[in-house]
């Protein structure tokens, strides 16, 4: 979800996601035909978890003792190399996570943390254990812990998101 909605929000030409397996065939053809329009840049967004047809996701360790074992990461580098060997256009990678960790909050991420908090002090004045405070439009909402532990949320193909990416003229790797 956050890949689809940062690609979608920031303009990415092209956007991969766990739950749509690429073409890498397709990835190409995308750069090269903006390249040939005299597009000097493509931004490709990668989620980790995204996985070539037929092939698999990129591991970047196990952990034999944690919850979960397999640590993804890596895939804008395996891309990145794969683009540039194809294309013989120089790839550049960010890696959100790096990115992500710099810069001061802003005014809305101040305040969001802070209702966030005042929120789950409420339940627990209140005696509601067992939840956790979620956001839904512009309301905090009380989202069960079990409805959480249900595991990922996964993108359908045929979501709206999706549909309009396309209609935009976003690839999605097929």
Known sequence: ????????SSGG?????????????????????RNKKGKRF????VAEGAKPKGGGV?????????????????????????????????TRNVVMGHLQRGGSP????????????AKAVDFIVDGD???MVGVKGDQLIKVPLTK?????????PGNPLI????????CFGF
């Open 106 to 117: 802003t005014a809305f991420d101040r305040l969001l943390g802070t209702r966030l908090g």
């Open 1 to 8: 979800w956050i890949a689809l909605h940062t690609g979608l």
């Open 129 to 131: 254990f067992g939840y």
């Open 163 to 170: 549909q309009m990416g396309i209609s935009l003229g976003t």
């Open 58 to 90: 990129v591991v970047q360790r196990m952990v034999k003792d944690g919850s979960e074992p397999v640590r993804l990461g890596g895939i804008s580098f395996v891309l990145g190399k794969d683009i540039e060997e194809r294309t013989g256009i120089e």
């Open 42 to 45: 493509s931004i490709v967004v």
């Open 148 to 156: 959480v532990a249900q595991g990922s949320r996964l993108v359908e």
């Open 13 to 33: 030409d092209i956007i991969l996601i766990p739950e749509i397996p690429y073409d890498i065939e397709k990835v190409v053809e995308r750069i090269k035909e």
